[in-house]
């Protein structure tokens, strides 16, 4: 059983371009969690999704970041028109539902430059 | 709201010795979960633990151990005769089963343990 799987690892942007993050949940996983790690900084949880459907965003800055994860294929979280302020590991969790242990992938660090 | 504390910043051992990373938490539900993650240089996120909150038992795997003390709101993680390899972030987090907030952890803000040779 893949574990949870994210790419890009690493992603480079100039600021204001559109940064997409990928993330495909272990087999059999219908819940998704995006966190970011901020330099220096803690993961603090953004969004989470169930399939179609988002369940919490009080994580999710209100403007350039939005989330989704479609019936078929990966969670996506999309970051528009990039700020240096954005450079961070982005990790994603899936848990398969209505336990607590969530499973991480390999994140993906973000650069704007 | 959920809250936790790693007073620890930064703590530096020298091998073999052993060393414990605190952990505090705050929340007002009674049923939750307690976690412990371990972020090697390599970057990833490694699950260590999960203890509910009506299991108090303290549990031992390997070198490392957890105790749990519902009366201190403390889950604090031990690691016995530390090795190099233990250098890590090691972060504590904390979830709750009511509501939206349903399997989403709050961290703490990371413990970075350095071993030294």
């Known amino acids: 059983n893949a574990g949870v799987m994210q790419n890009p690892r690493h992603l480079v942007r100039r600021r204001g371009q559109e940064a997409r993050l990928r993330c495909s949940p272990m087999k059999g996983h219908s819940h998704v969690y995006w966190y970011r790690q901020l330099p220096e900084e803690g993961l603090k949880f953004m969004v989470y999704l169930q399939k179609e459907n988002i369940i919490d965003e009080s994580g999710m800055p209100k403007e350039r970041f939005s989330a989704e994860f479609p019936k078929e294929g990966p969670s996506i979280l999309r970051i528009q028109q990039v700020v240096r302020g954005d450079s961070a590991a982005y990790f994603c969790a899936s848990s398969p539902g209505r336990v607590t242990e969530a499973f991480f992938g390999q994140g993906t660090r973000l650069t704007v430059v | 709201a959920q809250k936790v504390t790693q007073a620890q910043t930064e703590i530096s051992v020298v091998e073999k010795e052993d060393v414990t990373l605190d952990c505090v938490y705050e929340?007002?539900?009674?049923?939750?979960?307690l976690f412990w993650y371990k972020q090697p240089p390599s970057g990833e996120l490694v699950f260590l633990i999960r203890?509910?909150?009506?299991?108090?038992q303290n549990e031992i795997s390997g070198r490392y151990s957890w105790n749990f003390q519902k009366s201190t709101s403390s889950f604090n993680f031990t690691i016995t005769a530390s090795q190099v390899v233990d250098s890590a972030v090691y972060f504590c987090?904390?979830?709750?089963?009511?509501?939206?907030?349903?399997?989403?952890?709050?961290f703490g803000q990371g413990t970075i343990l350095t071993v030294h040779p």
């Open positions: 929340t007002r539900d009674t049923t939750y979960y």
């Open positions: 987090a904390l979830s709750v089963s009511g509501g939206t907030s349903y399997g989403k952890l709050t």
């Open positions: 203890r509910n909150s009506f299991d108090e």
